[in-house]
C-alpha cells in the first residue's frame, strides 16, 4: 500500500511506501549538509525509529544528486552552540535498530558518502560517484570517515587479512579521489547498481528489513609499515602536508581503537584541522574558483555563444600548446603557420605529448589518435574562415599581432572571436586593426599551456559582455582556471611578477646570491625561485618584455640586462642565473655570475651586507601584495580571490598558504602595512616601491581584508 506525506517548505522529503521510509535531501544546488538540513534530518529521522510502522530507512537526494557533503562555508567560523552537523545525523542512525539503506544518484562526497557508510546498505545508479575529497579542503573525513571506510574495504576486499582493502581507502582518502558506480561496486562501497537508485534501495529495505550490517562492528588491521610507508609519501606537515598525516594517524587509531574512541580521536584531529591555516586557505580557494565564472556589471543575463571550432595562429610552442588544449576538449582546431620547419616540429611536438602520455598510462592509445587528428596544420587564413574563435599566438611584438589581427578580421566570418595570447601587450591597439573591437578577447595561457591551469581573460576596453561571457565559458570547457583581468601592461600576474623580480634583484645588489634568494622561496614553498623561473621562461624573453614595458617610476637592476648581453637566456642556453650541466634541469651556482652581481652592487655604491631569508621571503611576497592592492583599486582585477587563482595556478604560490592575497588577511593587513614602512625606512629603499597601495593602507586602518572587501573603493 502506497501512503505520502510530503512535508512544505523543508530541506527533507519524507515518504513513505510499504513501511519504507524515503529521507530525500532536498537543499539545492547540492543538498549540502548544513546545520539546519541536519536537524531537519535528524527530526525526520527520530520521528521515522519511533514509529512502528516502518521497518527500514532510506536516504535519497534530489537535485540530481546524493550531496555534495558537510556544508564548506559553515568551517569558515565556529558553529553557533547547539547546531546539529552531520555527525549528529549519523549518531542518530548508529543508535538505531532499524535497517538504512543509502540510495545514491549522482554524487554523494565527503560526509554524505560518511552517512551512506553508516548505513547497513549502499545501492548506487550508473552515474553514482563516491569520494571523501576532504583532503582537498586540507581536512580529513571528519563523521566517521577514517574508521568505516578502511573497515568496510577490509571487510570486502579478505585476501592478505584485509591489507589490500585498507591501502584502497588510505589511497582513496588521501588523493580525495572520487569512484564512479563500476568502481564502487568493484571496491566494496556499494553493494549493489541499478538504473533506479531510489526504487533498488526501496526493494532491499523491504527484503533487508530487520538486518543490520553496520560497519562499525566491523574490525580490522593495519601494518605499522603501511602507515609509516604512507606519512613518508605525502608532503611534510609544514608543506601542505597536515591534513595527510593527520588522517594517516586517524586509520591508525581506527585499527587500534575501539570503534568509538577511534571516533573521538578522529573527531579531535578533525577540530583541529578545521581551525587551521592550510585548511582554510583551502577552503578560501574552493570558493574563489566558484566564483571564476561571475561577473558583476553585466547588462543581462548574457548567454555565451557556442564553439564548436576553433583556431591558432603560429605553430611554435606556445600555439602548439593551446592546439592539444582544444584537443583535449573535444574542439576541433586547426593551426596556421607559414613556416613549413615550424609546422614540422610543432606535428612531431603534438604527436610526442600523446605518445608520451599513452605511454605514461594517462590516456588511451585511440583516444591520443583521436586527439592527435583532432589537430589539423593548414598554410592560409582562408582555410580557418569557419571557426567560431581563433587565438593568435605569435611572436610578441605588437607590430607583428597587429598584422596577424587586420588579417584575421579579413579572413574570419562576422561573428567570429578574436584572441590574443598576448602575455602583456595592449589588447585594445590590436582590437584597433578589426572592424569587430567588441569580439576582440585575451586568452593568455601559461606555458605549457597544455598543463598549467591558468588562463587570464583580458578584457579590453571594447570587449562585448557576450565575448567576454563566452571567454569565461570556454575557459571551462577547456578545463582552466579562467581570470578576468583588467587590459593593463602585464595583465593581473606579470604585473605582479615584475614587482617580485624587481625585489629579487633588489636582494642581489644588497647581498644575496641567486641560490640563496631561491632557496628562501623555495622554503616558502614556491617550487622554484624567482631566478630558477627566469632561466626557465628565458631570460631573454624577460628582458624583450622590458623593453616594451612603461617606464617604471622607480629605478631597475641591470643584472639580467648584462646576462643577456653575454647570450645566457638560461636553461635553452645552458647557463643564465645558473649553470645548467649537460642539458640538466638543476641548477648549478656560477661564482662567475656571483662576481657580476658584486660587480653591479660596487657600480651601484651599494655596500653588501649579509641578508637573512626572512628578509628575502618577506620583500619578495610583500611587494606581490602592495602591487595586488593595486591590481584590485586599479579594477584589473575583479576580486582579491582572482588574484589569489592566478598567483597559484600560473606562479607556483603555495596552495596551502591561499594566495597572496589570502596570505595578506591571515597576516593582518595592519602588520602588512607595519612591515612595508619598516621596509621603506632602510636605508636605500625605495619610497616610491614601498609606500602601501592605497587600498591596503585604507583596509589596515579600517580592520579589514581582501577577502571581504567588495566593490571599488571611491
Ligand atoms: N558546501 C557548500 N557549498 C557547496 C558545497 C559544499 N560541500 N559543494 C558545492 N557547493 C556550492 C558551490 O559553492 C556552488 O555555489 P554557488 O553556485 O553559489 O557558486 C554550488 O554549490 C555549485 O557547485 P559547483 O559549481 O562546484 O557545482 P558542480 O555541479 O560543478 O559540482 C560538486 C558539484 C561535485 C558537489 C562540487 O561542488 C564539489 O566537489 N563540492 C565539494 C565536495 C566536497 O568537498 N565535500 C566535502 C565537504 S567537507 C565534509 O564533508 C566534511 C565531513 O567529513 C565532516
Known amino acids: 500500500m502506497l501512503q505520502t506525506e510530503t512535508r512544505p517548505a523543508s530541506l527533507v522529503r519524507a515518504e513513505t ?290 564553439i564548436k571550432s576553433a583556431a591558432v595562429v603560429g605553430a611554435g610552442t606556445m600555439g602548439t600548446g593551446i592546439a592539444m588544449v582544444f584537443a583535449n576538449a573535444g574542439i576541433p582546431v586547426s593551426v596556421i603557420d607559414v613556416n613549413p620547419e615550424q609546422v614540422e616540429r610543432g606535428r612531431a611536438n603534438i604527436a610526442s605529448t600523446y605518445e608520451g602520455q599513452v605511454k605514461k598510462g594517462r590516456i588511451a592509445a585511440d583516444v591520443a589518435k583521436a586527439r592527435t587528428e583532432g589537430v589539423k596544420f593548414v598554410g592560409d587564413y582562408a582555410a580557418i574562415a569557419d571557426v567560431d574563435v581563433v587565438i593568435e599566438a605569435v611572436f610578441e611584438s605588437m607590430k607583428v599581432k597587429k598584422e596577424v589581427f587586420a588579417a584575421l578580421d579579413k579572413a574570419l566570418k562576422p561573428g567570429a572571436i578574436l584572441a590574443s595570447n598576448t602575455s602583456t601587450l595592449d589588447i585594445d591597439e590590436m582590437a584597433s586593426m578589426t572592424s569587430r573591437p567588441g569580439q576582440v578577447v585575451g586568452l593568455h595561457f601559461f606555458a605549457p599551456a597544455n598543463i598549467m591551469q591558468l588562463l587570464e581573460i583580458v578584457r579590453g576596453k571594447s570587449t562585448s559582455d557576450e565575448t567576454l561571457v563566452t571567454a569565461t565559458a570556454l575557459a571551462k570547457r577547456l578545463r582552466k582556471k579562467g581570470v578576468v583581468s583588467g587590459n593593463a601592461f602585464g595583465f593581473i600576474g606579470n604585473r605582479m611578477l615584475f614587482d617580485y623580480i624587481r625585489e629579487a634583484n633588489f636582494l642581489l645588489e644588497e647581498g644575496a646570491t641567486p641560490m640563496q634568494i631561491d632557496g628562501a622561496m623555495k622554503d616558502f614553498g614556491f617550487p622554484m625561485g624567482p631566478f630558477g623561473m627566469s632561466d626557465l621562461s628565458g631570460i631573454d624573453v624577460f628582458y624583450k618584455i622590458s623593453l616594451e614595458a612603461p617606464k617604471a617610476p622607480y629605478r631597475t637592476s641591470e643584472i639580467a640586462a648584462r646576462l643577456y648581453e653575454q647570450g645566457r637566456y638560461g636553461q635553452k642556453t645552458g647557463k643564465g642565473f645558473f649553470i645548467y650541466e649537460d642539458g640538466k634541469r638543476e641548477p648549478v651556482e656560477d661564482p662567475g655570475v656571483n662576481d657580476l652581481i658584486a660587480a653591479e652592487s660596487k657600480r651601484l655604491g651599494i655596500k653588501r651586507r649579509r641578508i637573512k631569508d626572512e628578509e628575502i621571503v618577506e620583500r619578495c611576497i610583500y611587494a606581490l601584495i602592495n602591487e595586488g592592492a593595486r591590481i584590485i583599486e586599479d579594477g584589473i582585477a575583479q576580486r582579491s580571490s582572482d588574484i589569489d587563482l592566478v598567483y597559484l595556478n600560473g606562479y607556483g604560490f603555495p596552495a596551502y598558504r591561499g594566495g597572496p592575497m589570502f596570505f595578506a588577511d591571515q597576516t593582518g593587513l595592519h602588520d602588512v602595512v607595519r612591515t612595508l614602512k619598516s621596509i621603506a625606512a632602510q636605508p636605500g629603499s625605495d619610497l616610491g616601491v614601498w609606500t602601501p597601495a592605497p587600498l591596503l593602507a585604507r583596509l589596515a586602518h579600517q580592520g579589514q581584508t581582501f577577502s571581504a572587501f567588495k566593490g571599488q573603493p571611491k
Open 17 to 306: 511506501r510499504d513501511g519504507i521510509r524515503i529521507l530525500t535531501l532536498d537543499s539545492p544546488p547540492v543538498n549540502a549538509l548544513g546545520s539546519r538540513l541536519c536537524a531537519e534530518v535528524i527530526r525526520e529521522l527520530e520521528a521515522a525509529i519511533a514509529d512502528s510502522a516502518v521497518t527500514a530507512i532510506v536516504f535519497a537526494g534530489a537535485n540530481g544528486l546524493f550531496s555534495g557533503g558537510a556544508d564548506v562555508n559553515e568551517f569558515q567560523a565556529p558553529p553557533p552552540p547547539g547546531s546539529k552537523n552531520i555527525r549528529d545525523v549519523i549518531a542518530t542512525v548508529e543508535k538505531s535498530d532499524k535497517t538504512f539503506v543509502a540510495a545514491i544518484d549522482g554524487n554523494a562526497l565527503g560526509g554524505a558518502l560518511e552517512l551512506a557508510l553508516a548505513c547497513d546498505y549502499r545501492v548506487g545508479s550508473n552515474n553514482a560517484r563516491v569520494g571523501l575529497p576532504e583532503i582537498l579542503l586540507g581536512l580529513l573525513p571528519g563523521a566517521g570517515g577514517t574508521q568505516r571506510l578502511p573497515r568496510l574495504l577490509s571487510a570486502r576486499n579478505p585476501m592478505n587479512n584485509g591489507l589490500a582493502g585498507v591501502q584502497m581507502a588510505l589511497d582513496m582518502m588521501l588523493k580525495g579521489e572520487s569512484k564512479n558506480a563500476t568502481q564502487a561496486k568493484g571496491m566494496g562501497i556499494l553493494d549493489d547498481v541499478a538504473l533506479g537508485a531510489v526504487e533498488r534501495a526501496v526493494e532491499l529495505a523491504k527484503t533487508k528489513a530487520g538486518t543490520k550490517a553496520r560497519v562499525s562492528r566491523f574490525t580490522f588491521i593495519v601494518l605499522p609499515s603501511m602507515t609509516a610507508m604512507a606519512h613518508g609519501m605525502v608532503p611534510p606537515e609544514e608543506r601542505g602536508g597536515l591534513a595527510a598525516h593527520k588522517l594517516i594517524d586517524a586509520v591508525e587509531a581506527a585499527s587500534e581503537m575501539e570503534f568509538k574512541y577511534g571516533l573521538a580521536h578522529e573527531r579531535r584531529l578533525f577540530e583541529e584541522l578545521v581551525r587551521s591555516g592550510p585548511a582554510q586557505a583551502a577552503i578560501h580557494l574552493f570558493f574563489a574558483e566558484r566564483e571564476l565564472g561571475k561577473i558583476p556589471n553585466l547588462a543581462g543575463d548574457v548567454k555565451p555563444k557556442e
